[in-house]
């Protein structure tokens, strides 16, 4: 593990008991979990290379639970992590070992589904999927689909403003929530937003969406919801080289087509896929497009045309319509499980996420070979071509002494290079400890001070889910009082971690 973590306050500890012992008084019952066996299930997530017990595991069920556990925590200086379903690629839910871990996943109602404003009114601990199934039957769907759809928990979705494949389209989790009731570190229950379009004030949505679980607790969420499209058909398209892919991506684009999704997979991806799920996919091509049309049956037959036609001048070598909605997806359950399939051919994989500008996808694919060679690890890719996002799964032994180390320095690489070429340290999969000590790289000491600003106004102890994100830990009284003259730190003393 070679980020740091905050030092665990072991004063603190001295009193776990009594502590314990008040949660239990908040949440009866099964909610508060303190067996060490028992919190093994909770000492990580996503980025499973970081472990760590936490203090405790509670796991309300009610807002007015949570809002009792955040005042005590904040009466006592105790740390809270909150936690979706643990599956953050960035390591959001990481625990601490000196603060409350506080599961949402008892949040798992439907509260209300309003067709006629096109929305519904669900807890955090809903899953992604969960949504779309339960407004299926009218026809309706959620559209932002994380692979992890299955798991991942709409909680988990604000926190991060995770996105997915049909995300290119229809915006990310950010541009299909409405409102929210979140929970502050003093208890204090707050409501943004609601049904409506736009509310007065500042955009207090836009800062929460993507805020990690650093600004309060989500207990319920308004989600848009979408008529699902009369029709929807892919297409897969092979090519002899990544870079006439990528060049084909933009022409796309260029041409006023906004696809409902477009992925894009290199040769390694590709065959650990098709060996993987049997998608069809053409095994003599260096990298596949998944191009999805959707709308009318006209409008898409017609852009279906002219796809192709772009696909034949950027030297296609194969295009192939799905002819029928188990065939086209069958050839997203191929991309949906590249993760997996990936899985099956490394001991271990290291996934990052970063976002370019398109038109940089062939250069930083030929210097993302290089780094391959210079670390002689081997990379598979996949990206969320139409937006730019690239995951390029990052294949070591984590039993191979020093290859963790090699596939960290790998993927700061892959991420400095998406800064050096315009675009940003994270896509979708948020920043966590992952990426913390990459944000110097990205931002410089004055805007790190502003951000952190904000997070004070919301958590002025710095109680909520410290350790993430911001790479140095600041007092919000400092902060408030700082001046910072040509880029000099002016609390030198302040501890990084
Ligand atoms: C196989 C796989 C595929 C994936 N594919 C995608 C993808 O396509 N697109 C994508 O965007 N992501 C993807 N992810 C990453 C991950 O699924 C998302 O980041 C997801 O949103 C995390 O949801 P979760 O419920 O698991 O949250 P967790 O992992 O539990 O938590 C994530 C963050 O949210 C915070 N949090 C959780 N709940 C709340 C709450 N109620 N209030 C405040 N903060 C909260 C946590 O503190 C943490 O910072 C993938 C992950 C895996 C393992």
């Known amino acids: 593990m070679s980020v740091k973590m905050p030092p665990i306050d072991?004063?603190?500890?001295?009193?776990?008991?009594?502590?314990?012992?008040?949660?239990r008084r908040i949440v009866?019952?099964?909610?508060?979990?303190?067996?060490?066996?028992?919190?093994?299930?909770?000492?990580?997530?996503g980025l499973t290379a970081y472990r760590q017990l936490p203090m405790v595991v509670v796991l309300p069920s009610t807002t007015q639970q949570v809002s009792d556990v955040l005042r005590y925590c904040h009466e006592h200086n105790i740390k809270v992590v909150p936690r979706g379903a643990g599956t953050s690629l960035s390591g959001g839910a990481l625990p601490l070992g000196d603060g409350v871990l506080l599961g949402l996943s008892k949040f798992s109602r439907i509260r209300e589904i309003d067709f006629e404003n096109r929305v519904a009114v669900v807890e955090p601990g809903v899953t992604n999927l969960g949504i779309s199934n339960a407004v299926a039957h009218r026809g309706f769907y959620y559209a932002p689909d994380p692979s992890s759809q299955i798991a991942c928990t709409i909680g988990g979705n604000i926190a991060e403003n995770s996105g997915g494949v049909h995300c290119l389209k229809y915006g990310m989790t950010t541009n299909n929530v409405l409102g929210l009731e979140m929970v502050l570190m003093t208890?204090?229950?707050?409501?943004?937003?609601?049904?409506?379009l736009d509310s007065?004030?500042?955009?207090?949505?836009?800062?929460?969406?993507?805020?990690?679980?650093?600004?309060?607790?989500?207990?319920?969420?308004?989600?848009?919801?979408?008529?699902?499209p009369e029709t929807a058909r892919a297409v897969l398209i092979g090519f002899p080289t990544s870079e006439d892919a990528g060049a084909c991506v933009g022409r796309i684009i260029g041409a006023g087509i906004i696809p409902g999704g477009m992925e894009m997979m290199d040769r390694p991806a590709i065959?650990?896929?098709?060996?993987?799920?049997?998608?069809?996919?053409?095994?003599?091509?260096?990298?596949?497009l998944i191009v999805?049309?959707?709308?009318?049956?006209?409008?898409?037959d017609h852009l279906i045309d002219r796809v192709e036609a772009i696909a034949r001048e950027c030297k296609a070598s194969t295009c192939r319509v799905s002819q029928n909605e188990d065939e086209r997806l069958l050839f997203w359950a191929g991309r949906k499980a590249a993760f997996p399939a990936v899985g099956r051919i490394s001991p271990d994989y290291y996934c990052m996420d970063g976002t370019i500008p398109r038109a940089a996808l062939p250069l930083v694919l030929s210097r993302m070979r290089e780094m391959s060679e210079k670390y002689g690890l081997q990379v598979a890719n996949v990206f969320h071509a139409g937006d730019g996002n690239l995951h390029p799964l990052i294949l070591y032994d984590a039993?191979?002494?020093?290859?963790?180390?090699?596939?960290?320095?790998?993927?700061?690489?892959?991420?400095?290079?998406?800064?050096e070429v315009g675009g940003v340290l994270t896509g979708e999969h948020g920043v966590g400890v992952e990426k913390r000590d990459l944000m110097p790289e990205m931002f410089s000491e004055i805007d790190l001070n502003q951000q952190q600003r904000l997070k004070c106004a919301f958590d002025a102890q710095g109680l909520l889910n410290p350790g993430k994100v911001f790479p140095t830990l600041h007092r919000c009284a400092e902060l408030g009082r700082m001046h910072v003259r040509a880029g000099k730190v002016a609390f030198p003393d302040i501890p990084r971690f």
């Open 10 to 23: 072991e004063a603190l500890m001295t009193h776990r008991e009594e502590i314990v012992a008040a949660l």
């Open 399 to 419: 039993n191979v002494p020093g290859e963790l180390d090699k596939a960290e320095a790998f993927g700061s690489d892959i991420l400095r290079l998406c800064v």
């Open 200 to 228: 007065g004030g500042y955009d207090l949505l836009g800062v929460i969406t993507g805020s990690e679980g650093l600004l309060g607790v989500v207990t319920e969420i308004t989600v848009r919801i979408l008529k699902k």
């Open 292 to 300: 999805e049309l959707d709308g009318g049956k006209a409008e898409v």
């Open 271 to 288: 065959h650990a896929v098709e060996e993987f799920a049997h998608a069809g996919y053409p095994l003599d091509v260096e990298a596949l």
């Open 28 to 45: 009866p019952g099964e909610g508060v979990i303190d067996g060490e066996r028992e919190m093994r299930p909770f000492e990580s997530d």
């Open 187 to 196: 208890g204090e229950i707050v409501r943004i937003g609601g049904r409506h």
